[in-house]
């Protein structure tokens, strides 16, 4: 038999039973105890679906109260001081939750550490806080109770930890120079590696065979200091009493292969989803007495695997290394959905091209028989299954739809170029006769109670389509009043019919599909449910159009189109696997271009396509930087560049650092860019030292995510700012998001404080 091994499962549980618990305890409605017992009931759970489709061992370790970074700098007592540990106490569960949330039922509130992505997922990890003389020590007992859990229950188990690297390389500190590469934090490394020992000896004492130890650093291009420091750690990490799998993924090892032969771990993980290309190289570096764990199922997205090129791989990989080859995941499955069993809904074709979790592990248990040679007849057949469903999804007409192809080739000459902006503006300023300073909003207006149950009750049917219309109309017609009245300059339509910006268009767009609890976490009890990219793209019938139209008959103030961008929307989907991510984007591209040209058609004259998620879609490393800029770039001006000169294209983005992408971000070419500044203190502004942005901005004056109302002071203090660096009549007056999650009493006055402020400055200019 082939040894195969999982990574890590979901935790949050296919009913999301993690999230009811959290929030529960947070909110005071359920106790400790009751948290912990829903946290050993999934787990439990979680270990036998693991166990019984054959994993060597189960893990353990990948179960977090909140996150799986935020529990290891938790166990490790790495605590920022602004949270009162004591140093001879262990960490205890509500500390945990202060520094995700801020504030938890016992001990007293401080500001939350911060929160990012994790590589390049959707999963978001709470920043472990470095400072200088940090100590370390065993402050958590969760992983050894869990550990002595899972084998109360039978199992044998392989504990998951986060590499003393990778920790280092993701926390931050005052004193470490910004971004991870800063060589001054390997001077934690000898008192890290102390607690790490000390953890894998109680491992070990606890019979512990084999513990995982991730690094996915291993992939990105590291300086030589940190790819210098593996050899050394792993050498002591390695002599503790347990065997060490050194778990790598997200990315190829091919900038570090010249670290392996000096590597003296008993195993290594490669993510050959990802990076097949990384096989070669590292089998001609493996030693001679190390496990090689190759990872064929792809723990990122929902495909069914193609078990003929999966099983070519691992004959490869068994041809050299014999037993010594394991089979896994590519990654914890943490970023795929639990169970595809529970789509009762979703039609049986589709479902045979799908994996989510618990199909994957029995993928993996498939691939593992027919890699060993000893498939028995139900292996057989489903393996016949499995390849049947592959070619049907090959050649089904519901994935390749004859229109969209020859619409992609028509693309290539489609023009992406507009008239210089000079000359644009200087129409669109004719067109719309905006003041200077000018003032406009992100989109959505607060979504209350009211507008979802409406939106609830029209799906379910309860309320006619109709009544429906009526109501969304009724509640335009209120938000474009409530900007007039305060005295905005270009208006939205408020979004009442969106629940999320994505999920609007997937449903209107060929291609999509949804699940009904394919849920994921995102961060501590957020989930979110991706839609599914499954086929060719394509705009079935206008979509935004009507009630765009509706919004701007009522006023003579221009009223914005609200489009989501095409790399917004491949981003935050799971993206078909059978063609690049590039050509999907761009047929989304092209359908948002016959929106955009209708909504122009419709009288619209200002039209914004948000793309916040611009920047997540960056590649892991910086080479392959440019090749996503392009094409990302070439997307948004696909669905952009046929308006008329006076038309005025707007983008929005939020939420993450542009300073690096600025030019690309200019290369998009958007009249209008509103971006999200607020929260850093207009930290964005610093990039415009050495590149002078050429087209309008409206740097985001006040943070919508929270409910405090800004004062005009401030904010004309910021806008000040911004014009000591750029023309201050290119600046515009806005947000630095969309108010959905607001109420309207703060909305109300902190846009009246915001058009004052723009008064303000008008007067002053
Ligand atoms: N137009 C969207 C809104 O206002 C933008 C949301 C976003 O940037 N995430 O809600
Ligand atoms: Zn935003």
Known sequence: MTIIHNLGFPRIGVDRELKRAQEAYWAGHSDQAALREAGRALRARHWEIQARAGMAAVPVGDFAWYDQILEWTATLGAVPARFGQPDDEPVSLDTLFR?????????????????????DTNYHYIVPELH??????????????????????????????????????????????????????????????????????RLARLGVEWVQI??????????????????????????????????????????????LPDLPVHGLHIDLVRAPGQLEGVLARLRADQVLSLGLIDGRNVWRTDLDAAQALADRAREQIGERLWLAPSCSLLHVPIDLAREAGMDTELKGWLSFAVQKLEELRLLGALVAGAPG?????????????????????????????GRLLE??????????????????????????????????????????????????????????DKAIREEIERVIRFQEEIGLDVLVHGEPERNDMVEYFGELLDGFAFTEHGWVQSYGSRCVKPPL???????????????????????????????????TILQWS?????????????????????????????????????????????PLRRTDWPAYLDWAVDCFRLSTSGVREDTQIHTHMCYSEFNDIIEAIARMDADVITIETSRSN??????????????????????????????????????????????????????DCGLKTRAWPETRAALQSMVRAAHTLRAAA
Not at 225 to 237: E, K, N
Not at 699 to 719: A, K, Q, T
């Open 99 to 119: 520094m995700a949330r801020g504030r938890a039922p016992s001990g007293t509130p401080a500001a939350a550490c911060e929160m990012t992505k994790w590589f």
């Open 132 to 201: 200088p003389g940090q100590s370390y020590r065993i402050a958590r007992e969760d992983l050894f109770e869990q550990v002595a859990e899972a084998q109360a229950l039978g199992h044998r188990t392989k504990p998951v930890i986060p590499g003393p690297l990778s920790w280092l390389w993701l926390g931050k500190g005052d004193a470490y120079a910004r971004g991870a590469a800063d060589e001054a934090k390997l001077e934690l490394l000898p008192a890290l590696l102390t607690a790490y020992e000390q953890v894998l000896r």
């Open 214 to 259: 991730d690094e996915p650093i291993l992939g990105l291009e590291l300086p030589d200091a940190w790819r210098a420091a593996f050899a050394g750690i792993y050498g002591r990490l390695s002599a503790q009493g347990v065997r060490v799998l050194l778990a790598t993924y997200f990315q190829g090892l091919e900038p570090s292969l010249d670290v």
């Open 377 to 405: 007849p139900d292996d057989l057949r489903a393996a016949a299954v499995q390849r049947a469903a592959a070619r049907a999804r090959r050649d089904s007409p519901r994935i390749h739809r004859g229109d969209v192809a």
């Open 411 to 468: 693309a290539d000459s489609l023009s992406r170029e507009r008239a210089p902006f000079a000359r644009r503006i200087e129409r669109q300023h004719a067109r719309l006769g905006l003041p200077s300073y000018p003032t406009t909003t992100i989109g959505s207006f607060p979504q209350t109670p009211e507008i979802r149950a409406l939106r609830r009750d029209w799906r379910g049917g309860s309320i006619s389509d109709a009544a429906y």
């Open 533 to 567: 990219i499954y086929g060719d793209v394509a705009r079935l019938a206008p979509m935004t159009v009507a009630w765009s139209a509706y919004a701007q008959s009522l006023t003579d103030r221009p009223v914005k189109g609200m489009l989501t961008g095409p790399v």
């Open 574 to 618: 799971f993206v078909r696997d059978d063609q690049p991510r590039a050509l999907t984007c761009r047929q989304i591209a092209l359908a948002l271009r016959d929106e955009v040209l209708d909504l122009e058609q419709a009288g619209v004259r200002v039209i914004q396509i948000d793309e916040p998620a611009f920047r997540e879609g960056l």
């Open 682 to 735: 207009m930290e964005l502004l610093d990039a415009f030292e050495e590149f002078s942005y050429p087209n309008d901005i409206g740097p985001g004056v006040y943070d919508i995510h929270s409910p405090n109302v800004p004062r005009e002071d401030w904010m004309v203090d910021l806008m000040r700012r911004a014009a000591q660096r750029l023309p201050a009549g290119r600046l515009w007056v806005n947000p």
